[in-house]
């Protein structure tokens, strides 16, 4: 597990909040661009979600509650279960979180700008892999017991 996010990071996040609110799908949208360009890794989503819009909206909805509960993960539980079960079903791999980052943070930055500061960006880093540590722990579970 790994180290409780500091006061900073979660006190950042959260107020990221309202930007979230606004410009989420637009982030998520600009994420899955830069991240499809991976032909491997687009090849593990479900294309029609995301040519409906369905799963930006879905993505960004999970980021908005992450950042409006970062201080009380357990109101997430339900929701990290649901999200587990469905990477489990869609063979997301531990491997798979490095390139995540990689389309999420800078996507934040191409969408909010000058306002995604260094400080903004260097908090979600954090915080995006402290929740990818959580998934990815319960994901090995999930994978384990589909094994046995």
Known sequence: MSKPLSPET???VKA????????????TTRMYQRLFVDPEIKALFDMAAHESGAQPKRLAAAILAFAQN??????LKPAIERICARHVETHIKPEHYPAVANALLPAIRDILG?????????????AYW???????????????????
Request: charged share 25%; hydrophobic share 55%; glycine share 4%.
């Open 130 to 148: 402290f929740l990818a540590d959580i998934l990815i722990n319960r994901e090995v579970e999930l994978y384990e017991a589909e094994a046995a």
């Open 10 to 12: 979660m006190a950042l």
């Open 70 to 75: 970062v201080d009380k993960l357990d109101a």
């Open 16 to 27: 990221t909040a309202p930007a979230l609110q606004q410009h989420g799908v637009e982030i």
């Open 114 to 126: 000058e306002a995604a500061t260094d400080d903004i960006l260097n908090a979600w880093g954090e």
